[in-house]
């Protein structure tokens, strides 16, 4: 897969998100982070685009900012 999008794994992304891999990799198999299976078996490695990895962290300290304000 050619991309230019910077990714990291899910490890890197884990510890951005002060979350567990199992967590991370169910928010990516829910479709709230964008990313692609490396390998082709079902609990093959897993890369995250940084920019959606970023954006969801964004999101959701709006949303607890939010929550916090009212």
């Known amino acids: 897969m050619t991309n230019d999008r910077p990714t990291m794994s899910t490890r890197e992304a884990a510890a951005y998100l002060g979350v567990s ?9 829910q479709g709230l982070l964008e990313g692609y299976r490396v390998t082709p078996y ?3 490695r897993v890369r995250l685009y940084r920019d959606s990895v970023e954006e969801f962290d964004r999101q959701r ?3 607890v900012a939010t929550m916090s304000a009212t």
Do not use: V
């Open 21 to 29: 891999r199992p967590t991370l990799l169910r928010l990516w198999s």
């Open 42 to 44: 079902q609990n093959g």
């Open 61 to 63: 300290k709006n949303q």
